[in-house]
């Protein structure tokens, strides 16, 4: 009974529950109803008023267009305000062009202030509205000048009026209602025009001015006119001239005008006037202020990242070359300035391509974001950077150091000198020629002597410039090879630097800069890019003088000096692989090293192919060949260095005992020594003296090399196959082995060829006439390995070139070929460095790159694609001259 009534009595509960839940659904869904009306009928209502202001829009437009009155600045401030109520980017572009038009014809109009749309300012009405009003139109216009394309000719033209209509109402100059009566106006005009700057700051306005510049500016040649360059770098200054070069402005134009590729070129080119009002402002200087605190300069750098650092360092470059002035006076600023900027760029500098780097065509591989939009613009950036290592900047740079006389010596003076060239006195028609080029003068020989405090300013200025150029070749690394030469431009340069290294520390010389690689201090490291950036200029400068210039002319140092120095670099390569620095070098430490030793290899082969070192100039007396041994017998590190890096400061007599030293122990160690407990493998091969060349490759030419390296007896037989008497005990193989190599190099089987002259082996370039020629390069070569294994002496005189070839020489930055072309053709090398001294316009000689070869006893003519006028002669030469020789001074 009790059961069924409860029963009833949930179903009743039941019911009105679904029943109320009904009933708010419907609540809801007629809520709903109503809400999406409302919403549509807003919607309707809202485009029929937008069709509607539209529509009136035009209307005013159109009848402002027919000229048949003009229209008041209350009817223009009402109908702008009306489209800016509905303003839709798209669709309303026109009329906001339009819009545009009609205020600033409104600001033409002569003597009519009701016209004037400014006029509404001074309406105490209407006074906010009209500011508020002139604020959306003139952002609406930066907007617009984001998406704008300067290269299209329509888009120009639209540029040129947002251009306009910013430029017209953030500067009272061109408002006609302050003329006469009016200027009692102009402080209150001037306050609203800065109000309104501020806001379009606030906004963003300089992110435009820096979007619109890259578009125009960051190409091969500039879409933007003079007109629009000369209103956008003007109005970029006034938000900075009004607010006093306040630190904030300053930072904004940094980051966003003067990060902008070339602009300063363009400025020069387009509108010079507006350097001249950088100039009277003094920006230069005050940019160079400002980035002289280090954390305003990190800050900068970390906003623009690598790319547009180095446009603005480039832009600061350019800017520093036209202000002699505020250069010399703030040297030390601009130099700190541009280390601190290049050692940002340099963090993120790569040595090689990875899947965390990019291409720069200026830094290398980088490991930041590149903009590739700017790879048009990398020829002007490089051209401002050029200023960098110019003649102009660097004497003012480099003034201490090239305002020192190197002094005469009397004595000196009284011996006969080389004869100056006539062209020395004519003026350079290019860098390289001028670097070359030098009258000889009479001085003291610099030799380390001392006395000058590390710590005094001079030394301390002369540090912080090398510190700067070091940075930049290690930074720059795409123009690398432009810095070193722009460096050694000037001829007194390298030796006054090296005059000025000569009197650092108490005593000069080697052993201030040792104490310096065993303290790692700031003041330490600023010496030893000093010598870093010596030997850098100094290799290059060497690497690219021929021997006149170098043995007579002794253009930039003495031969004298060049001994001096080579024994200054010996002594410290040495001593820093003996002392243990190279093994555990690394970063800047690793990277001075590299720079000594390779300056030192250069005069090291210089002096190789002609001498001007005295006899054991380049042995270490104090290195015992018995220390030595010891130290490689127990596997030292600095001894294998020392093999590596510098073996020739070991006598050539003890460096052939330590070779077979090493053969024997390798053979003790293969097992190819007899001993009373086992006997070495031995080969054993069959030669025809008729055919002893072919039997032997066939023979030999699979072995392996321990095999190779192992006991090889030869058994000599007639055409008949009867053996010859004798028993090899490695005379006979001896005997073969010198046949062999008598017959590869004869010029007649065509492997090899000789030079001219000297008659020095090379491989012939007409080799493949052989079907395995490769084959028998490779046999030759293991036939002269065999022979030095065995130290079994040939005579094979092969030509220099060929050697520095093997010896991997070509694969250097500084190797240089013409160098090594004597060693093929001595007369063609003399014709073609007479060029380099020819009195009058080389282009006259109508030189071109042509030359005839003997194939197969026939003369083929082998013309160049173009003419040379300042590079090479017409000579007849060996093709190998080409094939060899890559001639690319």
């Not at 619109?212 to 500016?217: E, P």
């Not at 065993?518 to 690219?544: G, P, Q, V, W, Y």
């Not at 130290?791 to 190797?815: K, N, R």
Request: glycine share 4%; proline share 3%.
């Amino acid at each position: 009974m009790f059961s069924a009534s409860q029963s009833s009595k949930a179903q009743f509960l039941d019911k009105a529950r679904q029943a109320r839940e009904e009933r708010r659904e419907l609540k809801e869904r007629e809520r709903a109803a109503v809400q999406i009306q409302a919403l549509i009928r807003r919607f309707l209502c809202r485009c029929r008023l937008q069709r509607e202001i539209r529509r009136e829009v035009e209307d005013f437009f159109g009848a402002n267009e027919s000229g048949s009155s003009k229209r008041s600045a209350l009817s223009v401030f009402r109908i702008a305000r009306k489209l800016l109520f509905v303003f839709n980017h798209k669709e309303d572009k026109e009329r906001f062009e339009k819009l545009c038009r009609c205020i600033l014809n409104s600001m033409d109009v002569e003597n009519e202030p009701k016209v004037w749309y400014v006029s509404l300012a001074l309406s105490k009405d209407l006074t906010l509205l009209w500011i508020k009003q002139i604020k959306d139109i003139l952002w609406f216009c930066c907007e617009f000048l984001k998406q704008l394309k300067p290269d299209i000719l329509q888009d120009s033209r639209l540029v040129n009026l947002h251009l306009t209509m910013l430029v017209t109402f953030t500067d009272t100059s061109t408002w006609k209602i302050l003329r006469g009566k009016g200027e009692t106006l102009r402080p209150a005009m001037n306050h609203i025009c800065a109000n309104i700057m501020g806001h379009l700051n606030q906004k963003g306005f300089y992110s435009v001015l820096q979007i619109l510049l890259t578009n125009g500016l960051a190409r091969s040649r500039p879409s933007l006119s003079k007109g629009s360059l000369t209103a956008i770098f003007s109005l970029a200054l006034r938000p900075v001239i009004a607010a006093q070069f306040s630190d904030n402005l300053l930072r904004s134009f940094l980051i966003h005008i003067m990060s902008v590729p070339a602009i300063m070129t363009h400025l020069t080119t387009l509108t010079p006037e507006r350097l001249a009002v950088i100039e009277s402002h003094d920006l230069f200087r005050k940019f160079i202020l400002f980035l002289s605190r280090e954390a305003q300069c990190r800050d900068v750098c970390v906003c623009l990242e690598g790319s547009h650092t180095l446009c603005l360092l480039g832009n600061l470059v350019y800017l520093g070359s036209l202000n002699d002035k505020v250069l010399e006076e703030e040297t030390a600023h601009f130099v700190g300035v541009l280390i601190h900027m290049l050692s940002y760029c340099q963090k993120y500098v790569s040595q090689k391509k990875s899947n965390l780097t990019h291409w720069h065509p200026v830094l290398g591989w980088f490991s930041q974001t590149v903009d590739y939009g700017l790879n048009e613009s990398m020829p002007l950036l490089t051209k401002q950077l050029q200023h960098l290592w110019g003649v102009h900047m660097i004497r003012i740079l480099f003034s201490d150091v090239l305002s020192k006389k190197l002094l005469e010596n009397q004595e000196i003076a009284q011996l006969p000198t080389q004869p100056v060239s006539p062209q020395n006195s004519l003026p350079m028609k290019n860098l390289f020629k001028r670097a070359f080029q030098k009258s000889a003068s009479v001085r003291n020989i610099l030799k380390p002597v001392g006395g000058k405090r590390v710590d005094s300013a001079e030394v301390q200025k002369v540090c912080s410039i090398c510190v700067l150029y070091q940075t930049t070749l290690t930074t720059l690394t795409q123009i690398r090879l432009q810095i070193l030469t722009g460096l050694t431009y000037l001829d007194d340069l390298l030796p006054k630097l090296w005059a000025f290294i000569c009197e650092l520390g108490p005593q000069g010389g080697l052993k201030l800069f040792l104490e310096c690689l065993n303290n790692d201090t700031e003041e330490s490291k600023r010496l030893l890019a000093m010598l870093m950036l010596f030997c850098d200029c100094s290799r290059h400068l060497i690497t690219i003088l021929d021997d006149i210039e170098v043995y007579e002319e002794q253009i930039s140092f003495k031969l004298e000096e060049l001994v001096t120095i080579s024994s200054f670099l010996n002594s410290f390569v040495f001593k820093m692989i003996w002392d243990g620095i190279v093994e555990n070098a690394r970063g800047e430490t690793l990277e001075l090293f590299h720079s000594v030793h390779g300056w030192l290899m250069v005069l090291y082969e210089r002096d190789c192919r002609r001498r001007f070192a005295p006899e054991d100039h380049w042995l270490r007396k104090d290195l015992k060949p018995s220390v030595l041994f010891q130290e490689l017998d127990k596997d030292r590190k600095r001894a294998q260095l020392l093999l590596q890096y510098i073996p020739h400061v070991i006598p050539h007599k003890n460096r052939v005992l330590l070779f077979r030293n090493m053969v024997t122990k390798e053979k003790e160690k293969l097992g190819l020594v007899e001993t009373s407990s086992a006997s070495p493998h031995v080969t054993h091969i069959t030669i025809r003296r008729s055919r002893m060349l072919e039997d032997g490759y066939e023979q030999l030419r699979q072995l392996s090399q321990n095999a190779m390296k192992g006991v090889i007896r030869v058994k000599f037989v007639n055409d008949l196959g009867v053996d010859e008497a004798g028993i090899d005990q490695d005379g006979v193989f001896k005997e073969f082995l010198e046949e062999i190599i008598k017959k590869v190099f004869d010029p007649a089987l065509n492997l090899f060829k000789t030079t001219s002259g000297d008659e020095r082996l090379y491989p012939s370039p007409t080799s493949y006439i052989h079907e395995n020629y490769l084959q028998l390069f490779e046999f030759v070569g293991k036939m002269l390995g065999k022979a030095v294994y065995e130290g079994i002496v040939v005579d094979v005189p092969f030509a220099s070139f060929f050697l520095s070839q093997l010896l991997g020489h070509h694969h250097s930055v500084f190797y240089s070929s013409v160098d090594e072309l004597p060693s093929l053709d001595s007369e063609f090398y003399k014709n073609l460095t007479s060029i380099k001294r020819y009195d009058g316009d080389i282009s006259d000689l109508g030189l071109t790159l042509s030359y005839d070869e003997d194939v197969m006893g026939q003369d083929q003519l082998h013309p160049s694609h173009g003419s040379l006028p300042d590079a090479h002669a017409d000579q007849e030469s060996d093709s190998s001259a080409y094939q060899w020789i890559q001639v690319d001074h």
